[in-house]
């Protein structure tokens, strides 16, 4: 690493780190991810980038935005760069990507998830009883079409001193196509991870803060999100509390001990564990069922967090107004909270003394407002949040391939200068 790049990776952190622990630092950090807007402001697309097994091109528009905007961040790549083949083969059914054949989405589209059911309602017996027979012929056929041989397979119970209907269950035309895929693709897999660390190392050696650490979850949302959806989750809350109670005590230890995994020894590269609430949102569920179903074990989860030593990044989806009471109940000076639709303004009321607060400006305006609405835009937010320290700036969602360059300039240029305390 260059001096210049450690003076700037020290400079990024100290101001990161006095944001995160409520003090002032020289300014205000913005912490913007280019995205999709990175993508396009190098010249190509997000299918290309999908589709790029090289990872070149997710390399070159991540650097180029890095020192053209310099975020107080770094930026990794998307999570399916470099494997749209792979992907194909492996035919998820639960989402849809840009270059996908056959897709409706656009070329510069993000993922795009697709939400069914996958425990059905006769299921739960099946489910509680035999997890990993519910896994094999009933999940994992339901998520990939490339499992579907899975749905038929059957482990005999009596092997009568011999393993042979074992090897004639793994052996069928169907079985044998497809592990021959799972097999290439593990090594289509390793690779892509392999050019992962190679690229994190080069862009590590600009001088730009590392972002990573970990993810977790509300064992809720995982409820809703791997095995009921949306709707059915929250009817459940009347109509299967006893399952959905069974799943959440089930799931919480387990989420704790992998928190307590992330980083045994310290070496751990960056300390952010980012968590994404999805069912926690205003008037999803009563006050009540909020701290029942999932105040309590955020809670304990965040707590869990600090205590190994990194950083609890909880990005509060949609608006959370009414939970924010809730979210101070948190050790002081060591979260960070993200919103995308909460009224900064009463965000940095409510937890302006507790924990540092990030997100809120509207994405839309970098996409259809002139430069001077974006200033106006920024400068606001900054009076309203940065006094007292405890704020990052972000926007409310990933930059998109649609917004102006003009307005990213004149928002990273005020931040950067009106921003300073």
Known sequence: MTEEAKRRLAEKNARNEAAIA????????????GNIFAVVEAGYTMAEVIYDETLEKQKQSIINYLLTYDPDCAMGPDHLAGLGRAFEKLAPKFIDWAGRPGTKLDDNSLMQFVEFPILEEDEFDWFFSDRTGWALNKSMPALSGLAEPLRTLHIPQSHGGHLRPLISAFSTPEMREMLRTFWELDDVLRENGKRRAEMAKEIAELGFPAMGGGMAS???????????????????????????????????????????????????????????????????????????????????????????????????????????????????????????????????????????????????????????????????????????????????????????RENVEAMFRTVHEYGKY
């Open 22 to 33: 409520l003090r002032e630092p020289d300014r205000v950090p913005i912490q913007i991810f």
């Open 218 to 404: 509300v064992p809720f949302d995982n409820y809703s999100d791997e095995l009921r959806g949306t709707l059915l989750s929250l009817t459940d809350l009347y109509e299967h509390a006893d399952e959905v109670e069974r799943f959440i005590e089930e799931r919480q230890p387990q989420m704790l001990a992998q928190i307590r995994r992330m980083n045994p020894d310290g070496s751990k590269n960056g300390k952010y564990v980012y968590m994404m609430l999805h069912k926690g949102v205003d008037g999803f569920m009563s006050d009540e069922y909020y701290v029942k179903y999932y105040w309590r074990h955020l809670q304990e989860i965040i707590q869990t967090i600090v205590d190994v030593g990194l950083v609890p990044c909880v990005f509060c989806e949609g608006r959370y107004s009414t939970r924010l009471e809730h979210l101070r109940d948190v050790p002081k000076g060591k979260v960070i909270y993200r919103f995308e639709d909460t009224p900064m303004d009463l965000a940095k009321k409510v937890l302006g003394d507790v924990a540092c607060i990030t997100g809120g400006f509207p994405n839309p305006l970098l996409t259809f407002a002139k430069p001077q609405q974006v200033i106006d835009a920024c400068k606001k937010m900054l009076d309203d949040c940065a006094p007292g320290g405890g704020f990052i700036f972000q926007t409310n969602a990933s930059l998109d391939g649609g917004a102006k």
